[in-house]
């Protein structure tokens, strides 16, 4: 496959992923929403980035359906892929990244104009921690992506058997299980493109696009899909 496919493929899926995933927490957070307020918060944010996951995975597989610098890495380190692929990859699915974020901007454009107050819609776009500490944020985001990296590279027959609902049904665990203390990042892509799209979309009233945490959850997947790929590697 050429790097032009690659990055087509990659884009595309990971647009879809952000776009369902920031739409769903929109639903709950803005009001003119028919969810918004309507209970089961939680349930619903974790189940549409688990589906968004699953569109945006079915819609890249002719790229290996990564959507995910996490999930790229550790397939570079398996051999799946060349090292020099690795950019193409990250390239489009930070770009998708930004797209994506921006697209569920505009569909819910008429919301965030008639917000009350949208210093708190940065959540809708991309992670921040419950309670900070950066030392214990990374070791969140790490465990967290550990899980879904060593679920991928320890059962690719059933992932493809079951046409990408398998990773999808690990993501909402994630969300469920370890997705309180930070929103459960556990891809660079899903929260830096959507961050820089929130520091530049004309939301009245919104907040900073919290750059002092920004690193944390770029950096904390890969290296819990490093560890997860050497554990595997090792194990497999």
């Not at 890495?73 to 060349?82: D, Q």
């Not at 990374?138 to 990408?164: A, D």
């Not at 299980?177 to 520091?199: F, K, Q, S, V």
């Amino acid at each position: 496959m050429s790097n032009i496919d690659i990055f087509v493929w990659e884009f595309i899926g990971t647009a879809i992923l952000c776009l369902i995933g920031n739409g769903s927490v929109a639903a709950v957070v803005l009001k003119n929403s028919f969810s918004h307020g309507g209970g089961g918060d939680w349930l619903i944010i974790v189940l549409g980035w688990g589906f968004g996951v699953f569109a945006g995975a079915s819609i890249a597989s002719p790229s290996g359906a990564h959507i995910n610098p996490a999930v790229t890495l550790a397939v570079a380190m398996s051999g799946g892929i060349p090292w020099s692929a690795v950019p193409v990859y990250w390239a489009a699915q930070l770009a998708g990244g930004f797209v994506g974020a921006v697209l569920g901007w505009a569909a819910f454009k008429l919301q965030y104009d008639n917000n009350d107050d949208n210093s708190g819609t940065r959540g809708i776009f991309c992670t921040s921690p419950a309670i900070r500490s950066i030392p214990w944020n990374i070791v969140t985001e790490v465990i967290g992506t550990f899980v879904l990296i060593l679920w991928i590279m320890t059962t690719p027959e059933l992932n493809s058997g079951l046409g990408y609902a398998g990773v999808t049904f690990v993501v909402m665990a994630i969300g469920f299980g370890l997705g309180g203390p930070t929103g459960y990042a556990i891809n660079p892509a899903r929260d830096l493109g959507p961050r820089l799209a929130y520091a530049i979309l004309p939301i009245k009233g919104k907040s900073d696009a919290g750059w002092d945490y920004a690193w944390v959850p770029v950096i904390a997947p890969l290296i819990g899909a490093a560890a997860a790929a050497g554990l595997a590697l090792a194990i497999v």
